[in-house]
């Protein structure tokens, strides 16, 4: 059980263009779902919490409207990169929690985004 | 404020060895400590937490960890090491009063080789 899907897992894209990447639990319902950036050889660095059925809470220096996170239901969430650019080229890591103090978030496997 | 140090970026070890990965953790509150493992191009699976209770906590593949209050330690460690153990792992703290907010602080994280 607590698995997380992410679509795509590889995206290529042109500088200017949007890029949506899908995060899904398939098997429990993610009252919380975080989103994540990952440099190669670093650790992860938090862009935004999400909740089902709100904004999304956005760590600082993350632009708001360049990383447009949708939670619009317990299973899924989206993060748009919009116009995107060579520098936005990264590793996004997805992760839903459930509700409770206690429990751990659960990852999906990544998308690899490189931008042209 | 929380944060997490791993001591050492880099482990090397021979297939066999014992493998012992450091983290120490900082927090004002009673934390809830997590090892993940990343392997190359995925996203992080959990080896194991503590919350509450036993302080030995044991986790998947063989790896276990001990939460010591008093030097402030989370150190993961495994009797013998396996080829396919190579990969980054990461510590990762957060508060036991979080109430919603399940953010996690994560370690720079220690890539872990295993040698023949």
């Known amino acids: 059980g607590a698995v997380v899907s992410q679509h795509p897992s590889r995206v290529i894209c042109k500088s200017g263009t949007s890029v949506k990447i899908e995060c899904r639990s398939l098997d429990f319902q993610a009252t919380t779902m975080f989103w994540y950036r990952q440099f190669p050889k670093q650790s992860l660095m938090l862009m935004a919490t999400?909740?089902?059925?709100?904004?999304?809470?956005?760590e600082q220096g993350v632009e708001k409207d360049k990383f447009l996170i949708n939670h619009a239901s317990l299973t899924l969430s989206t993060l748009t990169v919009t116009s995107a650019h060579p520098e936005d080229s990264s590793f996004y890591i997805c992760s839903a929690s459930l509700a409770g103090a206690g429990n751990e978030q659960f990852f999906g496997p990544g998308t690899r985004l490189t931008v042209l | 404020a929380q944060s997490v140090t791993q001591l050492g970026s880099h482990v090397s070890v021979s297939e066999g060895a014992l493998v012992l990965l450091r983290c120490n953790y900082s927090?004002?509150?009673?934390?809830?400590l997590f090892w993940y493992v990343q392997y190359p191009n995925q996203g992080l699976q959990l080896l194991l937490k503590y919350t509450t209770g036993a302080t030995l906590v044991k986790g998947i593949n063989g790896f276990e960890a001990e939460f010591k209050k008093s030097e402030t330690s989370f150190h993961l460690t495994k009797p013998s090491a396996h080829m396919s153990d190579a990969a980054e792992y990461f510590c990762?703290?957060?508060?036991?009063?979080?109430?919603?907010?399940?953010?996690?602080?994560w370690g720079l994280g220690t890539s872990l080789a295993v040698n023949p």
């Open positions: 927090s004002s509150v009673p934390p809830y």
């Open positions: 990762a703290v957060r508060s036991s009063n979080a109430g919603n907010n399940r953010k996690l602080i």
């Open positions: 999400s909740n089902e059925g709100s904004k999304a809470t956005y």
